[in-house]
C-alpha cells in the first residue's frame, strides 16, 4: 500500500507538469497569434492613413505646407507599403510636389527680379530728383526773375548748357511720347 501512495503523487506531479507544459504551449500559441492580428491591424491602419494622406494632397486640399507634404510622403515611403493603390498614389503625389516645387522657385525667382527692377527704378529716379526739383522750381516761380535765377542753377547741373534733351510729352501704358530733340539751354529758355 505503500508503495501505492507514493505512486499516486507522482503520477499527480507528472500530469500536472503536462498541464503546465500543454497549457504554456497554447498560451504561446495564442499570443503569436495575437500578435499578428494586431500587427495586421497595425498595417492596415497605416496603409488607410496613407491613402487619406496621399490623396489630399494630390486634390489638394492638406493645410500643409509643400516642406510638410515633403516630409509625409517621405513617411509614407519610409513604411515600405506594398498596397498597389499606395505605391500609384505615391508616384503622382511625388510628381505633383515636384512640379509645385519647380513653380514656387519660378515663382520666387521673378519676385526677386521684380524687387531688383524696382529697385534700380527708385535708383534711377533718385539720379534725376535734383533736376525734376529743379525744373518744379522753375514751373512754380513767382516772377521772371525767380524763373530766371532757377534756369540758371538748373543749367549749372548739366554737364554743358548744350547737352541733347528729350521731353516726354505723353505717357501711355508706360509708352513716352518724346517732343522733337532740343538743348538744355534752349528748353529752359
Given at each position: 500500500?505503500?508503495?501505492?501512495?507514493?505512486?499516486?503523487?507522482r503520477?499527480?506531479?507528472?500530469?500536472?507538469?503536462?498541464?503546465?507544459?500543454?497549457?504554456?504551449?497554447?498560451?504561446?500559441?495564442?499570443?503569436?497569434?495575437?500578435?499578428?492580428?494586431?500587427?495586421?491591424?497595425?498595417?492596415?491602419?497605416?496603409v488607410?492613413?496613407?491613402?487619406?494622406?496621399?490623396?489630399?494632397?494630390?486634390?489638394?486640399?492638406?493645410?500643409?505646407?509643400?516642406?510638410?507634404q515633403?516630409?509625409?510622403?517621405?513617411t509614407?515611403?519610409?513604411?515600405?507599403?506594398?498596397?498597389?493603390?499606395?505605391?500609384?498614389?505615391?508616384?503622382?503625389?511625388?510628381?505633383?510636389?515636384?512640379?509645385e516645387?519647380?513653380?514656387?522657385?519660378?515663382?520666387?525667382?521673378?519676385?526677386?527680379?521684380?524687387?531688383?527692377?524696382?529697385a534700380?527704378?527708385?535708383?534711377?529716379?533718385?539720379?534725376?530728383?535734383?533736376?525734376?526739383?529743379?525744373?518744379?522750381?522753375?514751373?512754380?516761380a513767382?516772377?521772371?526773375?525767380e524763373?530766371?535765377?532757377?534756369?540758371?542753377?538748373?543749367?549749372?547741373?548739366?554737364?554743358?548748357?548744350d547737352?541733347?534733351?528729350?521731353?516726354?510729352?505723353?505717357?501711355?501704358?508706360?509708352?513716352?511720347?518724346?517732343?522733337?530733340?532740343?538743348?538744355?539751354?534752349?528748353?529752359?529758355?
Amino acid at each position: 500500500m505503500r508503495k501505492h501512495l507514493i505512486k499516486l503523487p507522482r503520477i499527480m506531479v507528472i500530469i500536472l507538469l503536462a498541464g503546465i507544459t500543454f497549457g504554456g504551449v497554447s498560451s504561446c500559441q495564442s499570443k503569436k497569434k495575437l500578435a499578428k492580428e494586431q500587427a495586421a491591424a497595425a498595417y492596415n491602419t497605416k496603409v488607410q492613413q496613407a491613402k487619406k494622406d496621399l490623396t489630399a494632397m494630390l486634390n489638394g486640399t492638406t493645410t500643409w505646407t509643400l516642406d510638410q507634404q515633403f516630409k509625409r510622403l517621405d513617411t509614407i515611403k519610409s513604411y515600405n507599403i506594398t498596397d498597389q493603390d499606395v505605391k500609384d498614389l505615391i508616384v503622382k503625389v511625388d510628381d505633383k510636389l515636384n512640379t509645385e516645387k519647380v513653380e514656387a522657385e519660378r515663382k520666387a525667382e521673378e519676385d526677386r527680379l521684380r524687387k531688383e527692377e524696382a529697385a534700380k527704378k527708385l535708383a534711377e529716379q533718385a539720379k534725376f530728383k535734383a533736376i525734376n526739383e529743379s525744373f518744379a522750381g522753375i514751373a512754380h516761380a513767382g516772377s521772371y526773375a525767380e524763373a530766371d535765377k532757377e534756369i540758371n542753377r538748373t543749367l549749372s547741373l548739366f554737364a554743358t548748357p548744350d547737352v541733347p534733351v528729350l521731353i516726354i510729352i505723353d505717357q501711355v501704358d508706360g509708352v513716352n511720347d518724346y517732343d522733337r530733340p532740343t538743348t538744355a539751354s534752349r528748353f529752359l529758355n
